[in-house]
């Protein structure tokens, strides 16, 4: 075991049965033991970064906890921030203080004091957050929001080929619904709660708005509350068309009709 590794469970980091699970965890994909620690729950990305920091001792910062100094930022350039994913926090007379992801990154430290003719004082800080201070300096990289020359023009209903029956009566229950499909899992496997926005004149349909994307083709069951008991439905989702607000309206074709039910629902 090496000196690390006894760190973990010497200092109480994690457990010696979870260490025993992410290497095992590690012999099945190949990546690093601190990687399947964090994948198995065991710690979290901040956590981890804490450890390491208190190994090598060198600081480890919150960068959300600072407000970022433009005139420093504009030290570096864009592009170098994303490469490697740095910021600098503050200077402090000739000392530039900057969180980096791999502060243990030699060459990348001496690029920095040379540019700016500075000591650099390396940090620990975690990736994500380093990323989204970047982002929010920066803005959104635009390789992932720059799709305007790819967007001609909204699609139609009509081009996009979904079912759906003409005649259709407005309600406003709620619903709980969950996806039965094994191409389609999430998270969580209870039921998510819902409005059925309409029906089908032929009780054939229902509409669901709701916040969870479901692609078209996906199998699903929807309960309808009643005084008595849920009523439980099985179907198929034929549309999924997205609102302002980021809420998904839910096509979904039912499997079969319950006359009865769908005359009350309705009525």
Known sequence: ???LEGNLIKESWVTASQ???AKEEQKKNKKSLFSCLVKLGFVNEETLYMFYAQQ????FVRVSDYCLNSGLVNLFPESMYRE??????????????????????ADLINTLSIKTELDINPMFAVPSAILEAINRFFGPDDKFVNLESLIVSP???SKMGFWRESERVAINLPVEFKSTDDKVVLVSSAYVSATA??????GRAVGIKTFVFLPAGTKVSVKFPTKNSDQELSGEVARANMDKAG???L?????????EFMKSLIG
């Open 251 to 259: 096509g979904v074709k039912l499997d079969g009709v319950n006359e």
């Open 19 to 21: 260490l025993l699970a």
């Open 197 to 202: 926005s309409d029906v089908s004149a032929s």
């Open 247 to 249: 809420r998904f309206f």
């Open 1 to 3: 075991m090496g000196k």
């Open 155 to 157: 699609q139609t209903l």
């Open 84 to 105: 490697n994913l740095f910021v600098p926090l503050f200077k402090v007379e000739s000392t530039l203080y900057v969180c980096l992801a791999n502060p243990l990154d």
């Open 56 to 59: 090598a001792l060198i600081p």
